[in-house]
């Protein structure tokens, strides 16, 4: 399976605008090509090289290599959105998304990333420097930062392309690995996983990844972000994006640590994972207005994708399963009513009187799903008679 190892280069100031120009002129050249390709409905990669090749090289000052890259990158693009307008992604035939799309030719971004081959790109992982292609010549020993599991990763697996990626001011290298899955091991039992709000996650161990602290770094974010907006002038509007891309990436890293643990107790346990089915997170719980902006911004999603991914690589299995109630059931004597929830934190069976804190209640239940659900899916198919 595919993943990226993304690491931060540290270029001097002549590097980086050598940089800055590369990927200039590597997206002007690929506005031209997408024009080409548009203006006369160019859909194989070959003829739309024949087309623009010359043209890339001579008007633009890429050398062969990154020519290719660049008809490659276009060509791509088209296909992709082809791909995007068939499954309706972009609405209907008549919306205006779709016909914008189709209208003109696509656009490239000054700072769009631009992948590079193994010709264009060498590593040097032992001295953690590249050395790469630029229109003012090759750059050699441009350092980067990497951890040693990122260095580990890319030596044995890095294959193919790697994008060179501008973020407000730092450059980046996204580089592509491919990596071997494990064969799915059979799971002794579940771990149950709750996603919420004032806990992230919760897990029928009774592990719980939170919560108040990162709440109040949301919140604080949250409420930058507002003042900002309220500006309304445009370094102002900056600003306010860049904070967000800023607060993502964090979420981003908190879901990764979360999902790491869960599927390394998972196999370690021999267990695999449960989750519940995403949609209906949102009103699942009431919410107080405040949490509401910090809650529904909570990429819950990506956890399950980060979930999911990792275990595929430990060859951990996972299992989705239905939500409805599993925050208002008892799990003893299965009582389920909302009035089971005195406060939004905690469960109490007003049946029972089986009490605790409502997301562990909830992974418990999720858990206990995946146990049913299991077994119902490995039973043997009865013998055709
Ligand atoms: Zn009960």
């Known amino acids: 399976m595919k993943t990226v190892v993304q690491v931060k280069l540290l270029p001097t100031p002549g590097q980086a605008s050598a940089l800055a120009a590369t990927l200039h002129a590597c997206n002007e050249a690929a506005d031209f090509v ?71 030719p696509i656009a490239f971004r000054q700072w769009a990333a631009q992948p590079f081959d193994d010709c264009c790109l060498s590593w040097g992982l032992d001295a953690r420097t590249v050395s790469i292609w630029t229109t003012a010549g090759r750059l050699k020993n441009v350092p980067f930062a990497g951890s040693p599991e990122q260095l580990v990763m890319l030596r044995a697996h890095r294959r193919g392309e790697s994008d060179l990626v501008s973020r407000d001011g730092k450059w980046f290298l996204v580089a592509t690995c491919e990596i071997p899955e494990k064969p799915q091991f059979e799971p002794i039992d579940w771990i149950g996983v ?24 949301r919140r604080w974010h949250a409420r930058k972000r507002a003042e900002l907006q309220a500006k309304r002038t445009k370094s102002a509007t900056r600003r306010a994006k860049r904070r967000a891309r800023r607060e993502q990436r964090h979420a ?86 909302r009035s089971n929830r005195p406060t939004r934190d905690s469960f109490s069976c007003r049946r029972c009187g089986l009490a605790g804190p409502a997301d562990v209640v909830a992974a ?22």
């Open 194 to 217: 709750d996603r919420g709000i004032t806990n992230l996650a919760t897990t029928s161990d009774l592990a719980n990844f939170q919560g108040r602290r990162l709440q109040r770094y």
């Open 252 to 337: 981003t890293h908190v879901n990764h640590k979360i999902s790491k643990e869960i599927v390394a107790v998972a196999e370690r346990t021999g267990r695999g994972v449960a989750l519940e089915e995403l949609h209906g997170i949102r009103d699942r719980v009431r919410l107080h207005r405040y949490q509401r902006a910090t809650q529904s911004s909570w990429p819950f999603h990506q956890l399950e994708r980060h979930i999911t991914y990792k275990a595929r690589r430990a060859g951990v299995p996972v299992l989705l399963v239905d939500a409805r109630y599993t925050s208002q059931t008892c799990p003893r004597c299965k009582h389920t009513s």
């Open 364 to 385: 418990v239940n999720i858990r206990d799903r995946a146990r049913r659900a299991w077994v119902l899916v490995n039973v043997p198919l009865p013998a055709a008679a």
């Open 34 to 104: 997408s024009r080409v390709a548009f203006e006369r409905n160019v859909k194989s990669r070959n003829e739309l090289q024949k087309l623009c090749y010359q043209a890339v090289k001579c008007e633009f000052g890429l050398s062969a290599q990154p020519a290719v890259r660049v008809v490659k990158k276009v060509v791509d693009a088209y296909t992709a959105l082809r791909a995007n307008i068939r499954v309706g992604n972009l609405g209907g035939v008549r919306s205006r998304r779709r016909i914008n799309a189709e209208s003109k």
